[in-house]
């Protein structure tokens, strides 16, 4: 049974940092991503990974300070999230596919087969 796991979310003050977990069972995926949702928005693309580290994507809004990596030992899914803003704050998904996808591809929600339940982030002014 395929499980994605996400951990790590929490209350931060502005300019803080968090680091988001997403541990993955049942299987191992050529493409996950991680996508994060407002109260009362869409589920927007946050950053995109898969087997070559150059196939590492990132929405505009958090280059620089976001960046996605994977352990393929412990087959876990990180977001390392530094200078955190007020507008960061959302539920965050981590996704997965069997499939390798183009870039812009990567980008869409339903381009992916599995989710995690999400993790709350909330960054304070």
């Known amino acids: 049974q395929v499980q994605l796991v996400e951990s790590g979310g929490g209350l931060v003050q502005a300019g803080g940092s968090l680091r988001l977990s997403c541990a993955v069972s049942g299987r191992t995926f050529y493409s996950m991503a991680w996508f994060r949702q407002a109260p009362g928005k869409e589920r927007d693309f946050v950053a995109s990974?898969?087997?070559?580290?150059?196939?590492?994507y990132s929405a505009d809004s958090v280059k620089g300070r976001f960046t996605i990596s994977r352990d393929y030992a412990k087959n876990t899914l990180y977001l390392q999230m530094n200078s955190l803003k007020p507008e960061d704050t959302a539920v965050y998904y981590c996704a997965a596919t069997r499939s390798s996808l183009p870039k812009i591809q990567t980008m869409r929600a339903e381009s992916f087969d599995y989710w995690g339940q999400g993790t709350q982030v909330t960054v304070s002014s």
């Open positions: 990974i898969a087997f070559a580290p150059a196939s590492a």
